[in-house]
């Protein structure tokens, strides 16, 4: 089993930043990609950002050039550099793990992002 834990979220001003970070414990070598996912409210989650073992990112259109996701692979912890932000990136920010082996996502608690105009 892998065990995800968030933090970083809080409360920021438009156009400030915030880094997010998810540390993993447990079953870390089955671990292949790490990522994020945001949520608002009775609606679906949206992808964010995802990061490889081997380093390969991916990021959401809607914050590209604005986000930027990195991975600590000897602290098994992996960032979310987020800048730029606006009103609308309010969200709750979930990490996730993707285990080898497994078809669902492991995924962390949950941290709120909330920005103010």
């Known amino acids: 089993q892998v065990q995800l834990v968030e933090s970083g979220g809080g409360l920021v001003q438009a156009g400030g930043s915030l880094r997010l970070s998810c540390a993993a414990s447990?079953?870390?070598?089955?671990?292949?990609?790490m990522g994020w996912f945001r949520q608002a409210p009775g609606a679906q989650r949206e992808f964010v950002a995802s990061v490889t073992t081997g380093g390969s990112t991916i990021h959401a259109d809607s914050v590209k050039g604005r986000f930027t996701i990195s991975r600590d692979n000897a602290k098994n912890t992996v960032y979310l550099q987020m800048n730029s932000l606006k009103p609308e990136d309010t969200f709750v920010y979930i990490c996730?793990?993707?285990?080898?082996?497994?078809?669902?996502?492991?995924w962390g608690q949950g941290t709120q992002v909330t920005v103010s105009s």
């Open positions: 996730y793990a993707a285990v080898a082996g497994k078809v669902s996502l492991s």
């Open positions: 447990g079953s870390i070598f089955s671990i292949n990609a």
